[in-house]
């Protein structure tokens, strides 16, 4: 899976085409955060890559065995989807009234309990349930490991801090469907729920040993419930923030399009092996990581509205490749592998500059904006998932439509953005 949205430092002005300023002094704060914490957050940032992606390639053996469709073993990633998205608007809001220790063991050790229920499911609405809880707890990691950094660091020691939770957001999607690949092969499909059982209760462990609270008592926020409201209500009425957020938004339901269908196109349909589909999984994760680090290299000298202008391209014309593939009956194995690469590709260059560009218009409200991206995100996603499946397995058209769909709403945010941006240098 790809990276989830996080805090970044943005320019003042950040809906124009200026490439970023130089860091200064006066950007440089503690320094970095200790080895052992930076990587324990790392490694409660995965939790959505791996509990996404390790059991796609089970996806066909899952629906027969449990006796359901795939549009049936799809909901249960959309019940997953659906948790982290609630689990963000919930947690990371409250750790800034509670503190972030607390709910992040609570959070993690929900998440092992879930783990349990879904590796001894016995029935598709079980496994279901299972999935929505560990969603809604394993959300924590995400939202807490971010807010520890924005605790402990700022300037440049945070941005290098996010800068490895990217990192490893981006190396787990090639991971996870081999190892899950090879477990599914060996050991049968309730021995990945096993292993993400494993790595949650790793997580609980390093968590419970490493992090201390950052929060203390006297920094937390008051005000309730009509705080929160005032803040969200705030960002929603920032025209550029809004622009950006469908921009970033729907470029991931391109994605999770992808992600919910590719294991019924490329196997069912066109007949890879479970180890064949997640080398092509891990293949296009990799052109997500390529296009993510070339896109923090050139955007000092292009500004983040090209790149975002390019991806967006690349997106669509990759959704209407294959939109053209399916309707034509012409779905062959090269020309559909060559038309997700750019999907992704295209991903990579917009995921990571709409984050800054949609948290930069509310510099004031980070917490609030970036908990809407991370659920926006997720419930988009959620409702993707099952609709690409509602033709059965042997139609690509769904998710080609999805994709170009979704193209179009990005293309929408980028003139809304850019109207957005002309009224704000009126007003200037």
Do not use: K
């Not at 200026?18 to 957050?41: E, N, S, Y």
């Amino acid at each position: 899976m790809p990276p989830h949205p996080s805090d970044p430092v943005a320019p003042a002005r950040p809906t124009t085409d200026a490439p970023a300023g130089p860091t200064t002094a006066a950007d440089h704060g503690p320094r970095g955060l200790p080895g052992r914490l930076l990587l324990t957050l790392a490694l409660l940032t995965s939790v959505a890559p791996f509990a996404t992606d390790m059991y796609l390639p089970a996806f066909p053996t899952m629906a027969a065995e449990l006796g359901t469709s795939a549009s049936g073993v799809q909901l249960t990633l959309t019940a997953f989807l659906v948790g982290l998205g609630l689990g963000q608007l919930l947690v990371g809001p409250l750790s800034d009234q509670r503190g972030r220790r607390g709910l992040l063991l609570l959070g993690t050790a929900v998440t092992v309990l879930a783990g349990v229920v879904c590796a001894l499911a016995p029935s598709i609405a079980v496994l279901t349930a299972g999935r929505f809880v560990q969603g809604l707890a394993g959300a924590s990691g995400i939202v807490l490991a971010r807010a520890v950094v924005t605790d402990v660091s700022r300037g440049a020691a945070a941005a290098r801090a996010f800068s490895l939770l990217m990192v490893v957001q981006g190396v787990a999607p090639v991971v996870a469907p081999l190892v899950g690949s090879a477990l599914f092969t060996s050991l049968g499909w309730r021995s990945v729920f096993w292993a993400l059982t494993a790595l949650a209760l790793l997580m609980l462990v390093a968590a419970a040993l490493v992090v201390r609270e950052t929060l203390p008592p006297e920094q937390r926020s008051t005000g309730g419930g009509a705080r929160l409201r005032a803040d969200v209500s705030r960002v929603l009425r920032t025209p550029g923030y809004v622009a950006h957020l469908l921009v970033f938004v729907f470029s991931f339901g391109s994605f999770f399009a992808y992600i919910s269908a590719s294991p019924f196109v490329l196997q069912t349909m066109l007949g890879l092996s479970t180890t064949q589909y997640s080398v092509a999984f891990a293949v296009n994760a990799v052109g997500i990581i390529v296009a993510s680090a070339t896109a923090g290299r050139l955007v000092g000298r292009t500004g983040p509205l090209v790149l975002v202008r390019t991806g967006a391209a690349a997106m669509g014309l990759g959704g209407l490749v294959l939109l053209v593939l399916a309707l034509t009956g012409a779905v062959t194995l090269w020309p559909v592998l060559g038309a997700l690469l750019l999907v992704v590709v295209g991903l990579g260059l917009v995921a990571g500059n709409a984050t800054m560009l949609a948290m930069a218009q509310v510099p004031g409200a980070s917490g609030s904006a970036s908990a809407l991206l991370g659920a926006a995100q997720f419930l988009l996603a959620a409702l993707v998932s099952p609709l690409v499946g509602v033709a059965g397995e042997s139609t690509m058209t769904p998710m080609a439509v999805a994709m170009v769909a979704s193209s179009a709403v990005v293309g929408l945010g980028l003139l809304l953005a850019r109207r957005a941006d002309r009224a704000a240098q009126a007003r200037d």
